[in-house]
């Protein structure tokens, strides 16, 4: 069964830093592209970052050198490490699937909740 | 940056309904629209990529359309499980994902 299960998600305090892991099973993380979305509580989706099969990497400007997305191919596991946290970034975190050729998202994890407050 | 909105923001139906939802660009992004399902403390699900191609596994009373700018997704006759909110996404200029601000849809 292809899936993605996120972990990692808590309670941190403003400046403190979390790492979120996404798990995927049924397919092959480095062979596509992944990117991380989140919501804030009662709030729409928005987009955070990306990595591509080639290994580039990009973000949003709201997380730009704070956050850094990355993988490990042999515990095919996405990570999103996430440093100078700021009350704004308390948000379900999603880890999510592009398919290929279309740059949509069709295979979504279950979510993780960070909440950054002091 | 490219903005999406939607329209309306919010709506009642009943069930049998014919739902009609519009998304926006600021501007044009051809064909490269999406639209998500979401309900409440659940993942988004795709519906609909590349502005009119269904989802493997989505029911066909889903549809979607439109080019350019201006974006519909319409429920053929609503369904109990299709309340929900729906949010359109535009993948013309990536990276930058860009999510609409949703619409929910609830029972008249």
């Known amino acids: 069964e292809v899936q993605l299960v996120e972990s990692g998600g808590g309670l941190v305090q403003p400046g403190g830093s979390l790492r979120l892991s996404c798990a995927a099973s049924g397919f092959t993380v480095s062979s596509n592209y992944m990117s991380w979305v989140r919501q804030a509580p009662g709030k729409g989706l928005e987009w955070v970052s990306v990595i591509y099969s080639g290994g580039s990497t990009y973000y949003a400007d709201s997380v730009k050198g704070r956050f850094t997305i990355s993988r490990h191919n042999s515990k095919n596991t996405l990570y999103l490490q996430m440093n100078s946290l700021r009350a704004e970034d308390t948000a379900v975190y999603y880890c999510?699937?592009?398919?290929?050729?279309?740059?949509?998202?069709?295979?979504w994890g279950q979510g993780t909740m960070v909440t950054v407050s002091s | 940056d490219i903005q999406m909105t939607q329209s309306p923001s919010s709506l009642s139906a009943s069930v049998g309904d014919r739902v009609t939802i519009t998304c926006r660009a600021s501007?044009?992004?051809?064909?490269?629209l999406n639209w998500y399902q979401q309900k409440p403390g659940k993942a988004p699900k795709l519906l609909i990529y590349?502005?009119?191609s269904l989802q493997s596994g989505v029911p066909s009373r889903f549809s979607g359309s439109g080019s350019g700018t201006d974006f519909t997704l319409t429920i053929s006759s609503l369904q109990p499980e299709d309340f929900a909110t729906y949010y359109c996404?535009?993948?013309?200029?990536?990276?930058?994902?860009?999510f609409g601000p949703g619409t929910k849809v609830d029972i008249k």
């Open positions: 999510a699937r592009d398919k290929v050729g279309f740059d949509a998202f069709d295979i």
């Open positions: 501007q044009s992004i051809s064909s490269y």
């Open positions: 590349a502005a009119s």
């Open positions: 996404q535009q993948s013309y200029s990536t990276p930058g994902f860009t």
